[in-house]
């Protein structure tokens, strides 16, 4: 059973340009989670999925965000026109959704540094 | 508001000698949840355990312990005999049963550094 991947692990862009994220969970797992850390902080929450359906969005994703997780299996989180302040690690994690318990099995990230 | 507080920034041991890092956490849920991950160098969030608010039983690992006390809101992690390998940034967790999300709220993490 693999874990949780994510692709690219860096990304390096000028400020201005769109980068897009891939996360692969766990296989079966239904809800799928995006989180930003940034340096010397935990992880915050970004938005989720279950299935297909992108349940919550958290203030911290602006419009310049979207994600996608079509057919329910990887997701891609988008940034359009990116700025300084979104460089940082974005983290996915994934869970099988099953009466509270929910353990999220994290990926080792994309580090995105905006010039 | 729910609020996950690790005091202690950085933390630095000898080989063998034993580690506890606290965490303290604020919530108005009577059911929630506790968890503790270790982030090494690559950068993965490694899942060490989980605890529900009913349950207070102290819990042991090979050389990982918790300590859970709900009357001090607190839910401390104490590595025993520490290691090389056990250098690491540690995070302390919390999820409400009310939100159904279960998203994490994580505190800003304690950061171990095991000297040979």
């Known amino acids: 059973d693999t874990g949780v991947s994510q692709d690219p692990r860096h990304k390096i862009t000028k400020r201005g340009q769109n980068v897009t994220f891939r996360c692969d969970p766990i296989s079966e797992h239904n809800r799928l989670y995006w989180y930003r850390q940034t340096l010397g902080q935990g992880p915050e929450f970004l938005t989720y999925f279950q299935n297909e359906a992108q349940l919550e969005k958290s203030r911290l994703l602006s419009d310049r965000f979207s994600a996608e997780r079509p057919k329910g299996s990887f997701s891609t989180l988008e940034i359009q026109r990116t700025e300084q302040g979104d460089s940082a690690m974005y983290l996915c994690?994934?869970?099988?959704?099953?009466?509270?318990?929910?353990?999220?099995?994290f990926g080792a990230g994309t580090r995105l540094s905006v010039l | 508001a729910q609020k996950v507080t690790q005091a202690q920034t950085e933390i630095s041991v000898v080989e063998k000698e034993d580690v506890t890092l606290d965490c303290v956490y604020e919530?108005?849920?009577?059911?929630?949840?506790l968890f503790w991950y270790k982030q090494p160098p690559s950068g993965e969030l490694v899942f060490l355990i989980r605890r529900n608010s009913f349950d207070e039983q102290n819990e042991i690992s090979g050389r990982y312990s918790w300590n859970f006390q709900k009357s001090t809101s607190s839910f401390n992690f104490t590595i025993t005999a520490s290691q090389v390998v056990d250098s690491a940034v540690y995070f302390c967790?919390?999820?409400?049963?009310?939100?159904?999300?279960?998203?994490?709220?994580f505190g800003s993490g304690t950061r171990l550094l095991v000297r040979p």
């Open positions: 994690a994934s869970s099988y959704d099953f009466s509270g318990k929910n353990i999220q099995y």
């Open positions: 919530t108005r849920d009577t059911t929630y949840y």
């Open positions: 967790a919390l999820s409400e049963a009310w939100d159904s999300s279960y998203k994490l709220i």
